[in-house]
């Protein structure tokens, strides 16, 4: 009897290379041990610049009040809550790659799971910032929670889709991070088990929670990642719904549609893998884990990215056919006037808007592009610009021209500190995944043996021989294999 | 929780396809497998060494549960109870408003619900000291332990390890501590299946 499950040969290997389980150990945990290199110094630093000038800006949002921002009276979100919505969008790859790709059983997210995971905490983590900042008194922030307090007691409003928000938030921050911290467990006690200094093995001892790999232990852990997984399909479309539900449920015209839960969802996968292109892009060279993130993996985040984008531009075009279709003056002229009219004054983010997430994707169609290292890091890039303009223009182009003609406010720019409480996040995102990249296995370990046998390159080489041999005898083989 | 030193002889195997058949051929022998340590989930040995199925996700349904009725009740509470709002004569009880926190108090219960469930079910915590019986159980190779009582002769167990394929043996002898787990209870006799 094989034990070898058989994949069909028409698939490509997930792990390139002549791997055995050791080889796999080496490979992917000999980087932490290593000393940091001068670019993983530089790449920090600059991080943490960016983060100094950050909190420095979200200093003077606190001692001289959100007037630090260009909002005004009419614009009452803008780049905040754009930058919001933008962070919790990319945060949803993560636990898309995780959860339901776990439960579609496609074994390239081994590969890319564990990276996109620790992108989605440090995503929301980011997120979260905004609207703590934007209340202006923050020190008011736990008004929030629901508690017997002293005021009344008067409780928050559970009616309010930002409560929901609230609630969303957390949980999805809590369960990704239980579910990347269990995960990463068996893997960290990989780097116990082969630390050569004291301090190490403490560390390392402390981080992995005394895990020996009893079976039994896999067993529950295996149930728990299932269950986990189970339980975060719905949870990270629910996130993405209830961020929309922010707009949706209000009476603004360009905000008040039906559709956007499913087409804030399908944005948010598209931007999300996007980033975790951008990232692992990098991080595949420069750890030299080319033979586990392979171009195999890229093209088939590419393929997501692809039926994602296409998701959102039809979603576009249908909320524009219904602004018109709907007989709404002033829904239609959301639209018409706002948005498509190139020569308004938020025209042109519109139509950039429709260029990178609708027409540039499409690039995605030939297969020679999406196996493409330097179209896939540059288109990256363009998604990712895009969809902060998609969040830019459903906030701005809806709400700067206001019911009252006297108060429209024509031009709302950014001041420096508005921009360096973005920056700011994009610094706590970099620090916080440098960290992980030099000090955690930025690939799920264990998880890539337990397909090795199944996809990895030499074996799947093996496999073709056996099967080559004598294909009757590997039928039956396969068949008795199958009936056990 | 009477802790006492406990001798077990230790095999180290490097594949999975002469493990298989080693576990069975242990359990027929009828030696005391007191568990294998793999560097990663390998499916089906749970069924090979007669472990159970664990429970964990009912436990999970169960936290799920307690999470739905907590948040509905404490909503239902607050604004028909303690505090209504009358917000334009619409019902104070405005089910389908609190549907987005009832369900995410679900997913919240039920996930650090099964996660503490787990940390707790294999006494799993930063500072939980455990005895390691292979430094390579986490990286290439599948250690099996077996418990000697006084019945055993380590030396018997020993050549059979060699039989069936262990390329590294030795006896170790471990502190069995509340943290080291019994699975005599989960384990069921060997009994001749179909398969593994």
Not at chain 1, 227 to 255: E, K, N, R
Not at chain 2, 77 to 89: A, L, Q, S
Not at chain 2, 100 to 123: N, R, W
């Amino acid at each position: 009897m094989s034990l070898l499950k058989y994949e069909s040969q028409q698939r490509e290997p997930l792990v390139d290379g002549n791997k055995d389980y050791h080889q796999v150990t080496e490979d992917i945990i000999s980087p932490i041990e290593a000393k940091p290199t001068r670019l993983w110094y530089i790449g920090f630093w600059i991080s943490v610049a960016l983060l100094l000038f950050g909190v420095y800006s979200v200093y003077r949002d606190v001692a001289y009040g959100t007037g630090q921002w260009n909002l005004n009276k009419t614009i009452g979100w803008g780049w905040d809550i754009t930058n919001f919505v933008w962070w919790v969008g990319i945060g949803h790859a993560g636990t898309l790659i995780s959860a339901i790709l776990l439960l579609f059983r496609q074994g390239w997210r081994t590969g890319v799971n564990r990276a996109a995971e620790a992108m989605t905490i440090f995503a929301v983590m980011c997120a979260g910032q905004f609207p703590i900042w934007h209340m202006g008194r923050v020190w008011m922030a736990f008004f929030v929670m629901p508690y017997p307090n002293t005021r009344g007691p008067l409780w928050v409003n559970f009616n309010s889709p930002l409560l929901w928000d609230v609630f969303a938030i957390s949980t999805y921050f809590t369960v990704s991070l239980l579910f990347w911290y269990s995960g990463l467990i068996p893997d960290l006690a990989t780097v116990r088990d082969r630390a050569k200094t004291k301090f190490r093995k403490m560390m390392y001892g402390v981080a992995s929670f005394g895990w020996t790999g009893s079976t039994k232990h896999w067993q529950r852990h295996e149930s728990l990642s299932l269950v986990l997984a189970g339980l975060s399909t719905p949870l990270v479309l629910s996130v993405h719904t209830i961020v929309s539900f922010d707009f949706a449920t209000s009476v603004i015209p360009g905000w008040h549609t039906t559709i956007f839960p499913p087409y804030f969802v399908a944005g948010a996968i598209f931007s999300g893998f996007a980033m975790v292109q951008t990232l692992l892009i990098v991080v595949r060279k420069v750890m030299n884990l080319q033979d586990y993130i392979t171009i195999g993996h890229i093209e088939a985040m590419n393929k997501v990215i692809v039926l994602t984008g296409s998701i959102v531009g039809c979603a576009y075009l249908t909320e524009l056919f219904i602004a018109w279709y709907g007989q709404n003056p002033y829904e239609w002229y959301a639209f018409k006037e706002n948005r498509a009219n190139i020569f308004s004054p938020y025209g042109w983010s519109y139509w950039l808007m429709m260029f990178c997430n609708v027409v540039s994707p499409q690039l995605f169609w030939s297969r020679k592009l999406r196996r493409n290292i330097a179209v896939t890091f540059f288109m990256s890039i363009i998604v990712n610009i895009g969809m902060w303009y998609e969040r830019f223009v459903i906030i701005v182009t809806s709400i700067y021209r206001d019911f009252l003609p006297s108060s429209w406010s024509n031009y709302y720019s950014p001041t420096i500190w508005e921009i360096g409480f973005y920056l700011g996040t994009f610094g706590l995102f970099f620090t916080c995944f440098f960290l992980f990249a030099k000090y955690m296995p930025v690939i799920a370990v264990a998880e890539i043996k337990s397909i090795l046998k199944t996809s990895g390159e030499n074996y799947k080489m093996k496999m073709t021989d056996i099967e080559k041999a004598d294909p009757e005898k590997f039928y039956q083989d396969e068949v008795d294999h199958a009936h056990h | 929780m009477a802790g006492g030193i406990k001798k077990f002889v230790v095999g180290a195997f490097d594949d999975e396809k002469v493990l298989f058949p080693a576990v069975k051929n242990v359990r027929k022998a009828g030696y005391k497998i007191h568990d294998v340590y793999t560097p990663f989930p390998v499916h089906g040995l749970d069924h090979a060494m007669g472990l159970r199925e664990t429970s964990l996700h009912t436990a999970g349904f169960f936290y799920a549960i307690t999470g739905t009725c907590t948040a509905l009740g404490f909503m239902t509470w607050i604004f028909t109870k303690d505090w209504p709002i009358n917000v334009g004569g619409k019902p104070f009880f405005a089910l389908p408003a609190w549907i987005p926190i009832t369900f995410e108090l679900t997913v919240l219960f039920s996930a650090v619900g099964m996660v503490l469930t787990f940390c707790y079910l294999c006494q799993l915590a930063p500072f939980v000291k455990k005895h390691h019986f292979h430094p390579r159980a986490t990286d290439d190779l599948f250690i099996m332990a077996i418990e000697c009582t006084d019945k055993t002769n380590p030396a018997e167990v020993q050549s059979f390890l060699q039989n069936a394929g262990a390329m590294e043996i030795n006896v170790q002898e471990a502190e069995t501590g509340w943290w080291l787990g019994r699975y005599d209870r989960e384990q069921k006799l060997y009994k001749e299946e179909k398969g593994y």
